[in-house]
């Protein structure tokens, strides 16, 4: 069932990025928010605490398929 919902609505995604200048790990969210954490651990908890959660591994493979594509 959970599969089923995922399918039928937009998935708000979340990324982690490593090395720039304002702080080493940077936070890009739906809409272009963007947050700067010097620390993985403090950006991990940052968007764990909003409800994120890691894509299976599928969903995960399909979605760098597509980023590096453009």
């Given at each position: 069932m959970?599969?089923?919902?995922?399918?039928?609505?937009?998935?708000?995604?979340?990324?982690?990025?490593?090395?720039?200048?304002?702080?080493?790990?940077?936070?890009?969210?739906?809409?272009?928010?963007?947050?700067?954490?010097?620390?993985?651990?403090?950006?991990?908890?940052?968007?764990?605490?909003?409800?994120?959660?890691?894509?299976?591994?599928?969903?995960?493979?399909?979605?760098?398929?597509?980023?590096?594509?453009?």
């Open positions: 959970a599969s089923e919902i995922t399918r039928k609505y937009p998935r708000c995604i979340a990324t982690i990025s490593a090395g720039f200048e304002k702080g080493d790990f940077l936070v890009r969210e739906e809409k272009g928010q963007r947050v700067y954490f010097d620390f993985f651990e403090e950006a991990f908890n940052y968007i764990a605490a909003k409800g994120y959660s890691r894509m299976p591994k599928g969903e995960e493979g399909e979605w760098m398929e597509l980023m590096h594509s453009n």
